[in-house]
């Protein structure tokens, strides 16, 4: 049987396997996700926020209620803030470790190799592995704060923010970025001082922004308290009530997607044959020989 | 007289029209970077870590002992970790008022408006703009946390990582990232609680990586202590001694920038005659019709 077969028939270590080929931007892994065939049937949930927000408490909590209803449940853990390191980090790993053994969980980290592109389509690749091999929803959560956790929540259909009340300054610091990505806002350690504020700061600041205000909830999920209620909203955006703009977002993402995999592949011909003209451009450049503009104008003689 | 001329002159009011051009990715501002000639003379520092570090206080204190030097100082301020308000943090701005009025001080923030990308180009060419009217140094400081930062700090000649002790969890977890990316490490605030704690965690996690242990300064830029001995090995770099060091630095920025210049330019005119199809395969791999990796092909066909 054929990898690809194998990951449709829910083969979790032919899926590790076949994530390793993804990962690893592996040459066979094209061809495998030719093989798996047409996916974007999983509900995919970009889980977001700063570190200490509860994140991983939350995904754990929400895996256990869709387990509950006998749905199998991907994670995919991502940390793009570290880009150097070729390792994702995973302190808070161990607490999804109460889902070990169930075979109705799935549980991978997926490190920073190189660009955040290039991490992008990781994502999005990964994520059509998990989908082939039955798994819905498929999480993706990220650890760290920044803009390429935005950036990577656009590969989501639904995008999660999950903030805490006392997080100080880079809360507030990020909060208009994060407010604009949301489609669902939660409040996580509600029973905390300072959560009514928060989720009044949140809901001024989304009044500014020029999409329709995202729903806010509020959850404890160490206790479990409003986790259930964000279930059923993320699972209500996969109805026929919300249908409309999930399919819009999947669109969205499919072009994006394709886009920057087009991009790629192009970048990647064009320097094949031109790596020893881009060095010598980049030595007359930084030697003040050359303004980058001309530079740039004689790297693209003769493209088409 | 061009607008190249006026800012080779130093005319302030044509920079700040030129800025804008090249901010709004304007079409005359190609015309405008390769009028003002080759560029690459000033120090290019760029100033990052986690907000709450003193960044902005220290960029500061810099300013007033290069103008003490007759040095012209331009600085961009730039917030990556917004990418959806279209404004940067105009925050701690108002702490630079000092230097109001003081001819030799250039002070722009430089607002995210499209993808990463974009910006680092924008970064590039606004320092060339900055370098041609005389700044030198040209300071690069960034506003909040996170991957971008780190990448925006590769545009520089110079990377200087501000950190300072009781940052939090934030500064733990991404201290690896950070201090990979250091040419310099500084423990701002070093009179608090914690600052030698943190030089020697600085210190430890320097030794893990693979290119060789940055320095590590202790500073408090609100009193200036040790900002002196900082601006002294920022200048000393540009010497003979660390020249090597930045001359490779340099030839690595220009190779990075042609490459990803001529990449956009490809993309823009790709994309201009296949909107249309993109749109379709975009459709049809959100419909489940097709595969992404299909589509790819598809869109690649006929390109060279």
Redesign the interface.
Known sequence: MTLAAEIRQGDRRALARGLTLVENGDPAA?AL??D??????AHRIGITG???AGKSTLVSALTALWRGDDRSVGVLAVD??????GGA?LGDRVRMLTHSGDEGVFIRSLA?RGA?GGLSAAI?DAA?LLDAAGFDPVLVET?????????ICRVADTTVVVLAPGA???VQ??K??LV??ADVLVVNQADREGADALVAALRSAAEL?DAPAPPILETTATTGAGVDELRQLLDARVGDAEGESL?AR??E???A???A???R???H???AAREDA??R???A??A?????????RD??EG??
Chains 1, 2 share one sequence.
């Open positions: 094209a996700l030719a798996v065939g047409t996916a974007s049937r700063p570190p200490g793009p803030s570290s880009p150097f390191t980090l920073s955040l999005y059509d650890v760290g704060v920044g803009q390429g956790e935005v950036e100080g300054d880079v610091g990020m208009a970025g604009e990505a922004r399919r999947r669109l993402r499919a072009h997607r394709l886009r995999a087009v991009d592949a192009r970048a011909r064009y320097w881009l060095a451009a980049a030595e450049v930084a003040g020989d050359t303004t980058p503009a001309a530079a740039v790297l693209l493209d088409a």
